[in-house]
């Protein structure tokens, strides 16, 4: 029988395919706010005790990940008035098979890195998955606001590769980390905002007005 | 002690001068960026004095490339604060608090990075720095500095993002290994028991995230759009604060992989960076319109000669060293000449200037001592620094290395001198008369022209002792 | 294979035969109550068999032969696969090495000869909804190859039987995860085969944007009453592998083991029933989206396995 952590892992992987395969915005910021929730419930699944760092650490994972900026990100598309992500630069279907052949080499990589004495044999892969799938989304979607989604799974794919390494990186710069995104996501929604204010479009690649 | 006091009074002074009320820059506002940066410079040249210190359980300390990354930064910082007070006299928008403070904030981050000895800790604050300077390249609150806030934004998150990931593998591979994880001093000393596969990893990552903060081609394409939109004082302080830390960043990850015998594997990555940035720049600058994307262009291919040094070891770690510092220096200069253009004229394309010369006396020949400067000329400290990077191409036997190198920098020197010639030659349009030069306005650039040229001429004791230590920390040696 | 194994595995298909029809009544009544009404009782589909095997048939003079044999092709291909599953847990009454590919062959054939038949009657509506599920197949097939592969890498057998049969059992302990996602793309491929929300709504009378239903406009009488029939078995079919996978049955008598059966099949139904009610059905072009993502579960429980 399958570990909950290992059940999470798997779960956070079907919330990457599930942001890869949507157009719809409000469903892409749901599976990213349940991701976050993943992600916050996971250090409590890996630790052997539950000790104020995790404890610490799973609030301030859900706070940020699975409530402040989802809120935030689902204010930004209201306050946009957009629901789809119209013509992506590379297909819903040929994205989802890029996720799914960056799936098989997360396994083919992590299978050959050295392992450390990591305690959960699916978590370097379901990192690595992620964070491929964001830079996917964040690569071939045009909407301003998609991009953030795709850099916010980019984000959490590290997050789970930063879990092999709690002993060796200090609660204080967790926090940090953690505050460093936030400040990412909020600047990049404000901006995004003004992009909408400005262009009347969250596209973009309308913004190409800069170049040689 | 002092290190934190170094790290807190930006961050004060940011927090008050943010928190404080009357949205408008108030003279009291501007007041304190400046006397803050005469305080931090004055704390920096007091570190000079005082034997190495540490602080947070040895997470800051202040080694030889730190100090140098640091006092670099302090001094283009405070030329560039004094510079503030005149050009938020004359600019429209005027700016804000958001301004000042942003300001402040960057001087706060590039300090913890400086002084960072914990590699994550050095992360977050290069990483803070995107963000402190956000609102200043949005200062305009246009479409076209929206575009460049934008495009900076996505690519520089994206790239310090993937370099977290690095710094994680950096903790996988130190796995095992005594010593405090992620402490420099521990990585260096215990590098040989790393585990190569996981430090690979990190090192690229860590190459390509830091490098998309430096502007390393193919990474650089957030830089001359945000160059030429952000206000030419942010543009200071990006080209010559910010990229330096992130190449400090580079070195980092570059001495623990010398350390730990991977010079083989890391040398042609940097070689390959480095080229491809000076190839870049090459191309880009023939037939260049506008005097800020020129200036970005010549930083990408300068952050090209940096890992170029960097990757050639022995004298071409000294020679990346110095460059650092000069080309940190003259990037300063040149976009706080171009401020004052701009001002001046409104616009930095070279379609608007014509004859600077005579339009804007001291400003127009300070524009064309820095062409001389930056292509590399003698007396300039660059001539130096480019001459020592070449000779260790040639001493280590990578004559393609230095020819390719040369051949790069004549195109780049022919692209550039073509179009700040242009602007600083020829007619002016009719009925536009001399401007009086604020002082205020020029300070800034005189001196840090004058120290480019000091060390072009002669480098004091200290600062060669300090130089010399920084590069044998990085596994190079000294001419 | 003994006598007691060919005995249980009839009885299997006996009740998989008869149940079939209810399948589609149990949908209905399901979304019925989510919608709150009674709807139409269960057994529904059976008088309908019955009213139609009574009426006449009319053919139309553009078609040929190959209109009149569909309906017998189609029934007797989805029986002929009903014989390859294990549907009573344990064997099935035919089996042979490679017979999931026989199995998906028999599929392909029957709607094969249900396309061809529509195209037959010279009708663009009838040749718009062929070329619709040949398009919908073409995505459904390497999805359904791709749980028949997880399954096979999970329990290392080549024949349906041994893949659904005891060998099940024994893989669930361990891949438990892998099963469930191939279990999830079936269910997908369900709704999509069987022309369901959000692939085709087949409440809807609206030429333009139906698939299934446009297919079969011609037919009439007792060859209407086949088809219908033979739909419903194709449910019934996918039901019955989506159960297989599930639920695995080995050490049940064969009573409870029937008893299983049937109710996990009633439990697929509103299922689906549930499905058709809380979602809208896709536009055409995205329903690759949906099986694409399907195939990208059965691939992610490949890759599961795989490492």
């Given at each position: ?212 | ?479 | ?11 299997a298909l006996?009740?998989l035969l008869?149940?079939a ?57 989805l029986t002929a696969a009903s014989l390859l599953l294990?549907l009573?847990?344990?064997?099935s009454p ?9 199995f998906?062959?028999l ?126 078995l194709k449910?019934a079919l996918?039901?019955a592998l ?66």
């Open positions: 029988m399958q570990t909950t952590a290992e059940l999470l892992l798997l779960l956070v992987v079907l919330t990457d395919l599930a942001v890869l395969g949507t157009s719809r915005l409000r469903t892409c910021i749901r599976a990213v706010a349940a991701q976050g929730l993943l992600l916050g419930l996971l250090p409590l699944a890996l630790a052997s005790q539950v000790t104020v760092h995790v404890a610490g650490l799973a609030a301030g994972t859900v706070l940020v990940k699975a409530v402040v900026l989802p809120w935030f990100l689902l204010w930004a598309i209201r306050e946009a008035a957009v629901r789809r992500e119209v013509e992506p630069v590379v297909g819903f279907i040929a994205s989802l098979l890029l996720g799914a052949l960056a799936l098989a080499l997360a396994f083919a990589i992590s299978g050959r890195l050295p392992a450390s004495d990591v305690r959960e044999p699916v978590l370097i892969p379901a990192a690595l998955a992620t964070v491929m799938m964001g830079l996917i989304v964040l690569t071939t979607r045009r909407k301003a606001l998609t991009q953030v989604v795709g850099y916010l799974m980019l984000e959490n794919g590290i997050y789970l590769f930063g879990l092999t390494q709690t002993e060796s990186v200090p609660f204080l710069l967790e926090v940090g980390v953690l505050l460093d995104i936030f400040a990412g996501v909020f600047i990049m929604g404000i901006v995004v905002f003004h992009i909408n204010r400005e262009f009347d479009s969250l596209d973009s690649a309308r913004l190409s007005e800069l170049k040689d | 002690m002092w290190l934190l006091a170094l790290c807190l009074l930006p961050v004060a002074a940011a927090a008050v001068t943010g928190a404080a009320p009357s949205p408008r820059v108030t003279r009291w506002r501007v007041g304190a960026l400046v006397g803050t940066a005469a305080v931090h410079l004055a704390l920096t040249a007091m570190l000079w004095r005082l034997p190495p210190q540490q602080a947070l359980n040895g997470w800051l300390g202040d080694d030889a490339l730190g100090t140098i990354v640091l006092t670099l930064t302090s001094v283009l910082f405070f030329a560039t604060s004094v510079y503030t007070v005149g050009y938020l006299a004359r600019a429209t928008p005027r700016g804000g608090r958001v301004f000042v403070s942003g300001m402040l904030g960057f001087l706060a981050a590039t300090t913890v990075v400086a002084l960072s000895q914990h590699l994550a800790m050095l992360w977050v604050g290069l990483e803070a720095t995107t963000f402190a300077v956000a609102p200043l390249i949005f200062h305009r609150h246009d479409r076209r500095s929206l575009e460049a806030v934008w495009k900076y934004l996505v690519l520089s998150s994206v790239g310090i993002a993937l370099a977290l990931l690095g710094i994680f593998f950096l903790a996988s591979a130190q796995h095992g290994v005594p010593g405090d994880p992620l402490i420099l001093g521990d990585l260096t000393a215990h590098a040989r028991e790393l585990q190569p596969a996981w430090l690979r990893a990190a090192f690229v990552f860590l190459l390509v995230g830091f490098g998309t903060k430096m502007g390393l081609a193919p990474m650089h394409t957030w830089k001359p759009d945000t160059y030429g939109e952000a206000p030419a004082l942010v543009g200071a302080l990006m080209a010559g604060a910010l990229t330096s830390c992130a190449f400090l960043g580079v070195a980092r990850i570059t001495q623990v992989t010398t350390a730990a015998g991977l010079t083989a594997f890391v040398q042609p990555v940097l070689f390959a960076f480095g080229l491809l940035s000076l190839a870049t720049a090459a191309a880009f600058v023939i037939g260049q319109g506008d005097l800020k994307r020129l200036l970005a262009y010549s930083s990408v291919e300068h952050m090209g000669l940096l890992v170029l040094g960097l990757g050639l070891c022995g004298v071409g770690t000294y020679g990346a060293v110095l460059h650092l510092v000069n080309n940190g220096l003259v990037k300063g200069w040149l976009f706080l000449v171009a401020g004052n253009v701009v001002l001046a004229t409104g616009t930095s394309a070279a379609a608007g200037n014509r004859g600077l010369v005579r339009t804007l006396p001291v400003s127009g020949v300070l524009l064309v001592a820095g062409l001389f400067a930056v292509t590399g000329s003698p007396p300039f400290g660059l001539f130096l620094s480019e001459f020592t990077i070449l000779r260790a191409a040639v001493d280590g036997g990578h004559l393609a290395i230095a020819v390719s190198t040369l051949v790069l920098l004549a195109i780049i020197f022919v692209g550039m001198a073509v179009l700040v010639m242009n602007m600083a030659l020829g007619e002016p349009a009719p009925g536009v008369r001399p401007v009086r030069e604020s002082a205020w306005l020029l300070a800034g650039p005189l001196a840090l022209a004058g120290l480019v040229l000091l060390l072009g001429v002669y480098i004091p004791g200290p600062v060669q002792a300090t130089l010399a230590r920084a590069a044998v920390a990085l596994g190079g040696r000294v001419p | 294979m003994n006598h007691a194994h060919v005995g249980s595995s009839l009885a006996a009740v008869v149940i029809p209810a399948l589609s009544g149990v949908v209905v009544r399901t979304k019925s109550a989510f919608a709150g009404r009674r709807g139409a009782p269960v057994g529904q589909l059976y008088w309908d068999l019955f009213k139609l095997m009574r009426k006449g048939t009319v053919y139309s003079t553009t078609t040929t032969w190959i209109f009149r044999a569909a309906p017998v092709v189609v029934l007797v291909s294990p009573d847990g344990q064997a035919v089996q042979f090495s490679g017979d999931l590919i026989a998906a062959g599929l392909a054939l029957g709607r094969f000869a249900l396309v061809l038949a529509g195209l037959d009657t010279g009708s663009s509506f009838e040749g718009m909804g062929a070329s619709r599920e040949v398009t919908v197949a073409s995505f459904a097939e390497p999805v359904l190859f791709l749980g028949f592969l997880g399954l096979v890498l999970a329990t290392r057998r080549l024949t349906l039987s041994a893949m659904l049969g005891p060998a099940l059992t024994a893989a669930w302990a361990h891949q438990t995860a892998s099963l469930a996602l191939v279990a999830l793309a079936f269910f997908v491929l369900l709704l999509a085969e069987n022309s369901r929300v959000p692939v085709d709504d087949p409440a809807t009378h609206l030429e333009l944007t139906m698939i299934h239903e446009v297919i079969v406009l011609d037919h009439s009488g007792p060859d209407l009453a086949v088809i219908l029939y033979a739909s419903s449910l996918f039901a989506i159960v297989e996978v599930a639920v695995p049955r080995d050490g049940l008598g064969l009573g409870w083991s029937l008893a299983a059966f049937a109710g996990g099949l009633l439990v697929v139904a509103m299922a689906v029933g549930v499905v058709e009610s809380v979602m809208a059905r896709l536009r055409l072009n995205r329903v690759p989206q949906l099986i694409v993502g399907a195939g990208a579960l059965a691939l992610f429980g490949i890759i599961l396995l795989l490492r």
